[in-house]
């Protein structure tokens, strides 16, 4: 007999919530959900409370970073720890993942994302920061193959549905 199907939230608190709602009023949450029930879920992590999504721009053009055995591109990102705000995460992904500092970050996007796998369905906030840097190359961090700066974005294969929507959302940021 099959077990009741569990569910794993993963939010920031609700004071966290309506602070970042506070500071940027006219933001919307978009809600992405995706069937995965063929599949198990890999909860082989560290608990957090969401997800950091960055648009990282320089002169030089637009942070990208390849993950070790993927071919496509992707925008840096990276868990939000249970332990740290939401602002200060957007710097400790972007100095993890791609070696850079931030000059200044405008919360972009908020995105509710579900995943209905096998026996759990997992719902995680991700949040979608536009950022500023000078520094002048990217450097690939941990699990990563590849950073880069990229200007033209046209043609440039990023797999993911999140990173695609995100990049829209920060276009004019």
């Known amino acids: 007999m099959k ?12 004071d966290e919530i309506d602070g970042l709602a506070v500071s940027t009023p006219t933001l919307s949450v978009r809600k992405f959900e995706y069937d ?33 055995g993927e071919k496509g591109w ?4 990276g868990p939000i720890s249970t332990f740290e705000d939401i602002a200060g995460s957007a710097k400790r992904v972007a100095r993890e ?6 000059k200044s970050t405008d919360l972009a996007a908020m995105y509710d994302v579900v995943w209905h796998f096998k ?8 949040i979608v920061y536009s ?23 046209e043609g440039t294969a990023l797999p993911g549905e999140l990173d695609r929507t995100a990049l829209d959302d920060c276009g004019d940021k």
């Open 3 to 14: 077990g009741p199907k569990r569910i794993l939230v993963e939010l920031p608190t609700a």
């Open 36 to 68: 995965r029930s063929g599949e198990d879920a890999d909860l082989d992590y560290a608990p957090c409370k969401g997800h950091m999504i960055l648009v990282i721009r320089s002169e030089k053009g637009t942070a990208l970073v390849r993950r070790n």
């Open 74 to 77: 992707s925008l840096p990102s």
């Open 97 to 102: 993942t791609c070696g850079l500092s931030l």
């Open 119 to 126: 026996d759990v369905t997992v719902k995680r906030l991700h």
């Open 131 to 153: 950022a500023v840097t000078d520094d002048e190359r990217p450097e690939a961090g941990k699990g990563l193959s590849e950073a880069v700066f990229r200007r033209d974005l």
